[in-house]
């Protein structure tokens, strides 16, 4: 597609259920990233894939949150047991290249995950 | 690592006004620096980048020179439209990653009054 996608653009979940949010990078795109963003803040790293191998997850706040991009394209991110702090809206970004000085992120329009 | 310290807001404007956003860095060595901005319930898009020190970087009627005699990238505009309200973000690469990893500050909040 011509843009980073996601879905759903809307969540509302009850607390303790599981969710999964999806994301369809640019085609070709090698680099793929996870940010949340709370209210109010700016976005915040949760984890990063270079093709299908996950290099850095360090942002992810706990073991309830797990992300995959088994063929290097689309991207899951679940959220196991929902909590009220979960509250918040989900970014992927991509980009074209691993590296270097010239690296362009492209944002997809989130995901708004709400925890009830 | 690399960092920035952006003005925070919230910063309020009459249309037509002359906008300055503040944001210096530490970083090591001269890495990109870039302007996201983030549309009322859209994601960040990129506003401008420079590569280089003393690189000036211009989208939209914005503009940003990477200064490195004072480690700025303060975000400019001549005449602000009602349109240009959103949140703003100076972001930088953090040093030693090879993956372009970016990390943001709070942002700051644009309302331009018609």
């Known amino acids: 597609g011509a843009g980073v996608s996601q879905s759903p653009r809307y969540k509302v979940a009850k607390r303790g259920q599981d969710v999964a949010l999806r994301c369809d990078p640019i085609?070709?795109?090698?680099?793929l990233f996870w940010y949340q963003q709370a209210l109010g803040q700016g976005p915040e790293f949760l984890t990063y894939?270079?093709?299908?191998?996950?290099?850095?997850k360090s942002g992810l706040p706990s073991d309830r949150f797990f992300a995959e991009r088994p063929e290097g394209s689309v991207s899951t991110l679940k959220i196991q047991r929902t909590q009220q702090e979960d509250s918040a809206v989900y970014l992927c970004?991509?980009?074209?290249?691993?590296?270097?000085?010239?690296?362009?992120?492209?944002f997809g329009q989130g995901t708004r995950l709400t925890v009830v | 690592g690399n960092s920035v310290t952006q003005m925070e807001g919230p910063v309020t404007l009459s249309e037509e006004a002359f906008l300055t956003i503040n944001c210096t860095y530490t970083a090591t060595g001269y890495p990109s620096l870039f302007w996201y901005v983030q549309y009322p319930g859209e994601g960040l898009q990129l506003l401008l980048k420079?590569?280089?020190?003393?690189d000036k970087g211009s989208n939209k009627g914005f503009e940003a020179t990477y200064r490195k005699e004072t480690t700025s990238f303060h975000l400019e505009k001549g005449s602000v439209q009602v349109s240009d309200s959103a949140v703003y973000f100076c972001a930088p690469p953090p040093g030693g990653t090879s993956y372009g990893k970016l990390t943001f500050g709070q942002g700051t909040i644009l309302t331009v009054h018609p």
């Open positions: 420079a590569t280089k020190a003393d």
């Open positions: 894939f270079q093709n299908e191998a996950q290099l850095d």
């Open positions: 085609s070709g795109h090698v680099s």
């Open positions: 970004a991509s980009s074209l290249v691993t590296g270097g000085l010239y690296t362009e992120a492209f």
